[in-house]
């Protein structure tokens, strides 16, 4: 269980300034979040593979795959500049 006076010295190490009220609140509520956790310690877990996330999470991005786009001309004829058949874009990288 958790004390109103480590409630109270927490909130000054965070440089919260807490009411009466505001600390006995929460030293009820952190004392019941410590419960579950002690709740929680006593379940085996020996046989649980240690895991990073609660649930599976994947990659759902498409495959790159290219598509070769058939008007050619379409496509440079709105481009702002071009040079040839590519497209003219500024300069990002010095030769320093």
């Known amino acids: 269980m958790i004390s109103r006076?480590?409630?109270?010295?927490?909130?000054?190490?965070?440089?919260?300034?807490?009411?009466?009220?505001?600390?006995?609140?929460?030293?009820t509520q952190l004392g019941s979040i410590l419960?579950?956790?002690?709740?929680?310690?006593e379940l085996d877990t020996s046989k649980v593979k240690p895991t990073?996330?609660?649930?599976e999470v994947t990659n759902v991005t498409r495959l790159d795959e290219l598509h070769p786009f058939s008007e050619r001309e379409s496509i440079l004829a709105i481009a702002p500049e071009v040079d040839g058949?590519?497209?003219?874009?500024?300069?990002?990288?010095s030769d320093d």
Do not use: G, M
């Open 5 to 27: 006076e480590q409630v109270h010295k927490v909130a000054h190490l965070a440089r919260l300034e807490l009411t009466e009220q505001e600390e006995v609140e929460f030293t």
């Open 52 to 55: 990073t996330r609660a649930i």
């Open 85 to 93: 058949d590519f497209f003219k874009v500024p300069k990002i990288l």
């Open 35 to 41: 419960d579950y956790f002690e709740q929680l310690s």
